[in-house]
């Protein structure tokens, strides 16, 4: 769909934002005309400017069903549609004529000076008035007792995509969502719904996650029929991710039990419009299997909600080119039930491949990740590995410039998206997704001072916005020496000490306040811990005069300081205090024990105090040699472990999770041009081993390059001796367990295809002679048609 736009240009709506800072109408004593005899969704549009003007000013501006459009001492906002323009006088008829017509869902807006100051929202139809609401509440500022309109506000506005949403599950797996209210849920719906957003998507109660939760307000069947009327009563499209949790789609029996199950969801929806359905991730089901069952589900669907479509995925773990034939087959059929195609994670070939292999009537909705920070779809690139360590998976993670970038590279091949999201932790991605699914060319930076501007503080628009974005910038590069994260927690800090009780207390706010303190906490541990590392090992290298048990000793009571002597233990304080009022503000759940969240699901205060060194590998490497019988045994093991990474004279020695390593690896496409690792490489993080214990290995394990599906990983040495002789240790530690092979030189077999992830991580194996001849060996390894990925954590060149 092609970008409508401002009708007057964009760098003539960019004018308007630079106006709207320096000249401000009072409209604090305005009343609100609408037409008496309108369509609910009109009367929904005036609803939501009144009560968000009376939240943030406490003033309620009173709302006219009689006009008198020539009273000059009164200011009003008056909201129609197209078809009721004309009842407006001649005048503002004109002025709204100069501008570009709407499409579905856009809106006109003009401000007219004088001694009569009007502010005219025309939506193009009813969802559209809400949307030209929402504009203006975005760009006025709502103070107490004060409502300033940016005057010069004339432009027409209409979307670029006509899907625009965001998943909302009520389901125990999230970080916040299952401890929300029904009004929770209403005002969140309804400030995405300011930010454009037309679709929301709710889940049914049997999913991959547990039934229910103990912070649950409503059982899950009550609450996806409240989320439902929520939608409806904004006019929102409502949408529902189904996956298949069936044991059996082909027996009868089986068959009728599921299509029972779904009855009884759709039955008592007040409105569904689509249903979303993966082929897997969860609940695999092979194509012509999936297409008749959907045929099945369609039937039922339509009884209750008779225009809904169903929409399919093609994502699946374990994919094959047959596989993914059959899928083709059966979505190119003709289904009159078909929607159209998600893309969504873990699907194996590209956007732009699926787009090519779909016929062009069918369209594709995009399903973007824009919650997990890594193992997900649009990991962060290159994190620092204490940053994964400790923030983890689910972490508050605004990444404007990310979000924006890959919303933008791939929007040409879909109508639009609606996101999967685990929570609120996700919140500022949320609209920069919002704003760009409206249009692609607003700048992430103005977003984000609307969201300041409304949601926080019209006082703190700018000093919120630049916050968001040195937050963002927190995760670029080395964390070691990376002093922005400092100054990061000083503006935010300053922020913090003038702020006002209404700001402090803003969850949003918070959010953004408690990530600048963690990442502050956590690069002092990291320049402690490492410090004291280096310390350790340097009490090993004189074991042999001290004596070995002294040695560890001496070495044990260094690394131990980081517990006994804690860095910015204030840091941390401000940490676990700010976790408490959100927990209490929004039901964000940062820890497993206090708040009861979902292990591995937002839970990154339990890990604030993750070793960010060697220190549990080298204590359980003390225990070790301290039970040995003899001093020299104690010693060549002390040499050993300073040794670990040692590739000897000539050799080469790369650790995956150094950014050192990264100049060894091949890549066919840069971050910008690839941010999934479609076709590239992008770092993993995690450690399975069978029947190793993942918390005593050395740091270098828990991180891996990492290639999805059947591109191929390469790394290249040169400066080779071409007659010498040379091995390469390889350690495989990745979640993939993917059968993996390695090849030199595209034609050298070094070892064929063997299972990665049991109870052995390190392999050594020659390196062939033939592709030493020219100095430049080029590595590659490649997993099998049904794996994952290719996955290496070091490597080891070492000459004999």
């Excluded at 195609?341 to 732009?352: H, N, R």
């Excluded at 992430?444 to 916005?465: G, H, K």
Aim: net charge neutral; glycine share 6%.
């Amino acid at each position: 769909m092609k970008y409508i736009g401002c009708g007057i240009g964009l760098s003539w709506c960019l004018l308007i934002s630079h106006l709207a800072i320096a000249q401000y109408s009072d409209f604090s004593n305005a009343s609100i005309y609408a037409p008496r005899k309108s369509e609910p969704q009109l009367r929904k549009a005036v609803e939501v400017l009144q009560q968000v003007i009376e939240e943030r000013t406490q003033v309620r501006l009173p709302v006219l069903y009689k006009p008198n459009f020539d009273d000059p001492g009164k200011s009003s906002i008056i909201i129609v549609t197209e078809q009721q323009v004309a009842f407006l006088p001649a005048s503002f008829r004109k002025e709204l004529l100069n501008l570009r017509r709407t499409e579905k869902d856009g809106y006109k807006i003009i401000f007219l000076k004088g001694v009569q100051k009007k502010l005219v929202i025309v939506g193009h139809d009813e969802r559209g008035a809400l949307y030209g609401v929402g504009h203006l509440l975005r760009k006025a500022q709502l103070r107490n007792d004060e409502v300033l309109v940016p005057e010069g506000l004339n432009l027409s506005s209409s979307p670029a995509y006509p899907i625009r949403g965001h998943q909302l599950a009520y389901r125990p797996n999230t970080n916040a969502y299952d401890a929300w209210t029904v009004k929770q849920f209403d005002h969140y719906i309804r400030d995405l719904a300011i930010f454009g957003n037309n679709s929301i998507e709710i889940v049914p109660p049997e999913t991959d996650d547990e039934p229910t939760s103990a912070l649950m307000k409503l059982s899950p069947e009550k609450m996806m029929v409240e989320q439902s009327r929520i939608c409806k009563s904004y006019g929102l499209d409502v949408w529902m991710w189904y996956p298949n949790m069936g044991k059996d789609y082909t027996s009868a029996n089986s068959i009728q039990k599921e299509l029972d199950k779904r009855e009884k969801v759709f039955s008592v929806l007040p409105k569904l419009d689509a249903v979303f359905v993966p082929a897997g991730d969860p609940g695999d089901l092979a194509p012509d299997v999936l297409f008749d069952w959907l045929a099945k589900v369609a039937v039922v669907l339509h009884k209750y909600h008779p225009n809904a479509k169903i929409w399919v995925s093609p994502q699946a773990m374990h994919p094959t080119k047959k596989w993914y034939a059959a899928f083709y087959k059966r979505i190119n059929s003709g289904y009159s039930w078909l929607g159209g195609v998600v893309y969504g994670p873990w699907v194996k070939e590209s956007i732009s491949a699926v787009r090519q292999s779909v016929n062009k009537h069918i369209p594709i909705r995009r399903y973007p990740d824009i919650t997990h920070n890594l193992s997900s779809q649009y990991p962060v690139p290159k994190w620092d590995q204490a940053y994964a360590m400790t923030l983890g998976r689910e972490s508050y993670n605004p990444r404007p410039e990310a979000e924006k970038h890959i919303h933008n590279l791939f929007a040409r091949y879909a109508e639009g998206s609606i996101s999967y999201s685990e929570g609120i932790n996700d919140d500022v991605n949320k609209f920069i997704w919002s704003d760009q699914n409206w249009n692609p060319n607003i700048p992430a930076i103005e977003t984000v001072r609307d969201y300041a501007r409304l949601f926080i503080s019209p006082d703190y628009t700018d000093q919120i916005a630049q916050g968001i974005l040195a937050l963002e910038n927190n995760w670029k590069g080395p964390l070691l020496v990376n002093e922005g994260v400092d100054r990061t927690l000083h503006q935010w800090h300053d922020m913090e000490r003038n702020a006002p009780p209404n700001v402090l207390s803003n969850f949003r706010f918070q959010m953004c306040l408690l990530r600048a303190y963690y990442d502050a906490y956590v690069r002092q541990r990291l320049i402690n811990e490492t410090a004291l590392e280096q310390k350790a090992k340097s009490v090993l290298t004189v074991a042999n005069e001290t004596g070995a048990d002294n040695a560890i000793n001496n070495a044990t009571k260094i690394l131990n300081q980081a517990h006994t002597d804690p860095v910015r233990k204030d840091l941390r304080t401000r940490c676990f205090a700010l976790a408490d009022s959100l927990f209490n503000n929004i039901g964000s759940q940062l820890s497993v024990k206090k708040y009861g969240a979902k292990r591995g699901r937002g839970d990154f205060l339990d890990d604030i105090d993750m070793p960010l060194n060697n220190v549990s590998w080298l204590l359980s490497r003390f225990s070790e040699v301290k039970k040995m019988a003899t001093e020299s045994s104690k010693l060549e093991s002390i040499d050993q472990i300073l040794n670990r990474t040692n590739p000897g004279p000539g050799g080469f020695y790369d650790d995956f999770g150094s950014f050192n390593s990264w100049d060894r690896i091949v890549s066919r496409a840069t971050w910008a041009e690839d941010p999934g690792g479609n076709h590239s490489p992008i770092i993993d993080f995690g450690v399975s081993l069978k029947g190793v214990d993942k918390e005593t290995v050395p740091l270098a394990w828990r991180s891996q390059i990492t290639t999805h599906y059947n591109t191929p990983l390469e790394l290249k040495y040169d400066n080779l001796d071409p007659k010498g002789t040379y091995v390469i240790k390889v350690t495989y530690t990745g979640r993939f367990h993917s059968l993996m092979k390695l090849v030199a030189d595209d034609k050298y077999l070094v070892h064929d295809f063997m299972q990665t992830g049991d109870d052995q991580a390190i392999y050594e194996f020659p390196v062939p002679p033939g592709a030493l001849s020219d100095g430049v060996v080029k590595f590659t390894w490649t997993c099998d048609e049904t794996g994952r990925g290719a996955q290496v954590a070091e490597v080891w060149l070492i000459k004999k």
